[in-house]
């Protein structure tokens, strides 16, 4: 039995939301194509970076890949396991080995339990541990995510915004998950304590051997944190590689149009640096555009971009991944 | 726990104080008094005067309201013309004016046991429909459960007691003939402490009459009135948990709860349903003192001795006292209510402390 290196496989994913009209008898006018194709594959103990600009189906995709949305098409395999074909008990117990840390600590911990009710529901609902052996578990689990293991009885309104994002993460790592999605954990943090989660995000993935799914904006922070990493835009992943191959040799024009929007912390360099500034707003993802697309905002748009998707290819060099969705190099 | 119900019965005190006053005040500005009657069962001058001398009514305004207050002892020295009023702070509410030789007191032990029990089993009825079919039409979301629901609550809010009621006798009493048209049958559960007053013949307490005996002909007078009062509470509470549970339903944390592997049930009732709950405890509390001290149109329509009628009928008759009563009733019913609203809050949400 060869053993499979890829823990998530996801192909061909398609997150479609209709937009309905009607009272009484709905029907189907359009659809918000929020995530509209994509693949690609987290090896175990990897992290792979997903950054984009807001709306462009980050979240939906990591939503989508946990069966938090039920995906309009595609499959998503975990641990060669198709999730998007589980239902009902067998998708509750998948959950242990998959887990989500939310973006916004305020609003994704219920504000009537407390921190024990929060972090210990899981065991009790997948019966791994209860009473004594459950209250114990959770004050490890807060030890774990450096927080007082006396804290088990306050409640989530009486913690800062960094410490209820350590109360999200203990929770997340409760069951013991493979694979944790984390749907921007640091964006609604202050800077110094981004450092602090992001840190012992790392810490936690190399003691127990977690896979990452890390969606954020802050391009620097990702760079850090991940070891690969996927550029989307508008419901399409565009480019995909190596962390370091991603910000030194960028393939795309839209991560070249990112990149170039990020600060650079040295004031010489910073005043040379050449901002790729894109004409006019992203397009509705109701309605995207034929072809790339990219094509309506592209500085090097070509003819055959308005009129035929381009092909997902890998064009690495040295035996090097670096998959891109681009005519430029076809 | 404990200081915190103790410190708002202290608060109590000032607001009910208010209350007396100001209603005393403007009862007594409406134009006309207590036997001012018109046409054929007009009173000579002499004895309209003989009568607002014996209640009173002839003293200058501040004695009367002192007298009302802390009782004729102490505000009408030496004074032996009628019978001595106690005050109202040692809960003596003084004589009715128009039931000669009825105390207001007597009066709301009379009326007020029915009323509650009226109002407690439509209370019942209104939170067990409402609150179900609340949440069944928020989990529907947009969906024809979702819409038949909200015109039925829709239907119940807006068709009025005044119709509903008639409808209901004429259709089950009338036609159908399974229920009686009206009145009220209760007993008291306690009868043999009852006879023992009758028996001396006094006032039965009013803790003796508030507990019904649960007879099948008690059941069956109180169907239709408890139908149709429960119904249209039920319509709002229903309206209030759809609205509610759907911003609840839609928070980051009802997501998290589904991420844990929660089954959606335990998602819906432990997650959902209790952060729901706030407003509709809120509206919960006045509610509850407003159908427990009497309900005016349904008691009327099924010809239910209870207090509605004295809230309404007093002020056309006068009767200061019943007026004053009735409404100092309805202002403690109200802070008691509320206080149990804010106890509710304390243990619905962790944040909410009672200090």
């Given at each position: 039995?060869?053993?499979?290196?890829?823990?998530?496989?996801?192909?061909?994913?398609?997150?479609?939301?209709?937009?309905?009209?009607?009272?009484?008898?709905?029907?189907?006018?359009?659809?918000?194509?929020?995530?509209?194709?994509?693949?690609?594959?987290?090896?175990?103990?990897?992290?792979?970076?997903?950054?984009?600009?807001?709306?462009?189906?980050?979240?939906?995709?990591?939503?989508?890949?946990?069966?938090?949305?039920?995906?309009?098409?595609?499959?998503?395999?975990?641990?060669?396991?198709?999730?998007?074909?589980?239902?009902?008990?067998?998708?509750?117990?998948?959950?242990?080995?998959?887990?989500?840390?939310?973006?916004?600590?305020?609003?994704?911990?219920?504000?009537?339990?407390?921190?024990?009710?929060?972090?210990?529901?899981?065991?009790?609902?997948?019966?791994?541990?209860?009473?004594?052996?459950?209250?114990?578990?959770?004050?490890?689990?807060?030890?774990?995510?450096?927080?007082?293991?006396?804290?088990?009885?306050?409640?989530?309104?009486?913690?800062?915004?960094?410490?209820?994002q350590r109360i999200g993460v203990a929770r997340s790592l409760a069951l013991n998950p493979d694979f944790i999605v984390c749907d921007e954990p640091i964006s609604a943090l202050d800077v110094s304590i981004q450092a602090q989660i992001v840190n012992m995000l790392e810490d936690l993935q190399q003691e127990f051997g977690l896979t990452y799914l890390f969606i954020a904006h802050d391009l620097s922070m990702v760079r850090h944190i991940s070891d690969r990493i996927a550029v989307m835009y508008l419901g399409k992943i565009v480019e995909i590689t190596d962390h370091n191959t991603l910000y030194e040799d960028p393939k795309h024009p839209y991560t070249q149009a990112l990149l170039s929007a990020v600060p650079i912390p040295d004031p010489v360099i910073e005043d040379q640096r050449q901002r790729i500034i894109l004409a006019g707003d992203v397009p509705s993802p109701i309605d995207p555009p034929p072809g790339c697309n990219f094509s309506t905002r592209c500085p090097r748009v070509m003819d055959i971009c308005k009129e035929v998707d381009p092909t997902w290819q890998d064009i690495g060099e040295n035996g090097e991944e670096h998959w891109v969705a681009c005519h430029l190099y076809e | 726990m404990l200081q915190f119900i103790v410190r708002r019965i202290l608060w109590a005190i000032p607001v009910l104080l208010a209350v007396t006053f100001f209603t005393f005040a403007l009862v007594r500005a409406i134009p006309g008094g207590p036997f001012d009657f018109a046409g054929d069962r007009s009173l000579p001058p002499s004895v309209v005067a003989n009568l607002e001398a014996k209640y009173h009514l002839s003293d200058p305004l501040w004695q009367q309201f002192c007298s009302y207050l802390i009782g004729d002892t102490v505000c009408r020295p030496g004074d032996d013309s009628g019978r001595a009023s106690k005050g109202v702070l040692l809960g003596d509410l003084g004589p009715s004016f128009r039931y000669r030789g009825r105390t207001v007191n007597d009066i709301i032990a009379t009326a007020l046991p029915i009323s509650f029990q009226l109002g407690m089993m439509a209370m019942m009825l209104g939170i067990g429909i409402g609150i179900p079919f609340g949440v069944l039409a928020a989990l529907k979301h947009n969906t024809w459960i979702d819409y038949s629901a909200t015109l039925v609550a829709i239907l119940g809010v807006s068709v009025s007691n005044v119709v509903l009621g008639p409808v209901l006798i004429w259709f089950f009493a009338l036609k159908l003939g399974w229920f009686p048209v009206a009145t009220w049958a209760a007993e008291p559960l306690f009868s043999g402490i009852a006879d023992k007053y009758i028996a001396a013949s006094e006032q039965i307490p009013m803790w003796v009459n508030i507990i019904p005996k649960p007879t099948v002909d008690f059941f069956m007078h109180a169907a239709l009135p408890v139908f149709a009062l429960g119904t249209a509470l039920s319509a709002t509470i229903a309206r209030m948990t759809r609205g509610s549970l759907l911003q609840v339903i839609r928070e980051d944390y009802i997501r998290t709860a589904r991420s844990k592997g929660l089954r959606e049930r335990a998602v819906v009732v432990r997650h959902a349903l209790k952060n729901s709950l706030i407003p509709v405890v809120t509206i919960l509390g006045p509610m509850f003192a407003g159908v427990l001290t009497g309900t005016f149109v349904i008691e009327l329509i099924f010809a239910i001795p209870g207090l509605g009628r004295h809230f309404v009928n007093s002020i056309g008759n006068r009767d200061y006292p019943v007026v004053l009563g009735t409404t100092l009733l309805y202002g403690v019913a109200i802070v008691i209510a509320n206080m149990l609203v804010d106890i509710t809050y304390a243990w619905l949400d962790p944040r909410v402390r009672l200090e």
């Open positions: 039995m060869t053993e499979n290196e890829n823990l998530i496989e996801v192909s061909d994913l398609k997150m479609y939301f209709p937009i309905t009209k009607g009272v009484i008898f709905q029907k189907k006018v359009a659809d918000v194509k929020a995530v509209d194709g994509v693949s690609f594959t987290i090896k175990k103990g990897e992290t792979l970076g997903l950054v984009g600009e807001s709306g462009c189906g980050k979240s939906t995709t990591g939503r989508a890949i946990l069966q938090l949305y039920r995906p309009t098409a595609g499959s998503v395999k975990f641990k060669d396991v198709e999730l998007t074909e589980l239902k009902g008990e067998k998708l509750r117990h998948m959950r242990r080995n998959m887990q989500m840390i939310f973006q916004d600590p305020y609003a994704s911990l219920n504000p009537r339990m407390t921190v024990g009710g929060i972090v210990g529901e899981p065991l009790e609902v997948h019966n791994i541990a209860k009473g004594r052996e459950k209250r114990e578990r959770v004050q490890e689990l807060l030890r774990v995510v450096g927080l007082n293991p006396y804290f088990v009885n306050r409640y989530p309104h009486e913690f800062s915004g960094g410490q209820r | -």
